[in-house]
Nanobody
Framework: QVQLVESGGGLVQAGGSLRLSCAAS????????MGWFRQAPGKEREFVAV??????RYADSVQGRFTISRDNAKNTVYLQMNSLKPEDTAVYYC???????????????WGQGTQVTVSS
């Protein structure tokens, strides 16, 4: 069992930065791939980034602006978001699951989400 708690969301102007954190409980954190997804109002949840033992993958919409990282000693995964745009506004969720997957149904554990709002 893994429990995930996100933090770090908030309101930021376009062009600004935020760093999201996802703290995980459980001794098996390091065995999971960790992903970030987001859901904007009226839209389906979409893949943002995933980090595995071999590296990271990103959605085309955030490539070059967002960076995912993890600290297994702290059971925490991060999402550094730079050059934020109004279209990045969404609830951001971290998830633990199948290595390398960009599909939300491959993830077993989910956090409660943290709101990110980017003003123009």
């Amino acid at each position: 069992q893994v429990q995930l708690v996100e933090s770090g969301g908030g309101l930021v102007q376009a062009g600004g930065s935020l760093r999201l954190s996802c703290a995980a409980s459980g001794r098996t954190f390091s065995s999971y791939a960790m992903g970030w997804f987001r859901q904007a109002p009226g839209k389906e949840r979409e893949f943002v980034a995933v980090i595995t033992w071999t590296g990271a993958r990103y959605a085309d919409s955030v490539q070059g602006r967002f960076t995912i990282s993890r600290d297994n000693a702290k059971n925490t995964v991060y999402l550094q978001m730079n050059s934020l745009k109004p279209e990045d506004t969404a609830v951001y969720y971290c998830a633990a699951g199948r290595p390398g997957s960009t599909w939300d149904y491959d993830y077993t554990y989910w956090g409660q989400g943290t709101q990110v709002t980017v003003s123009s």
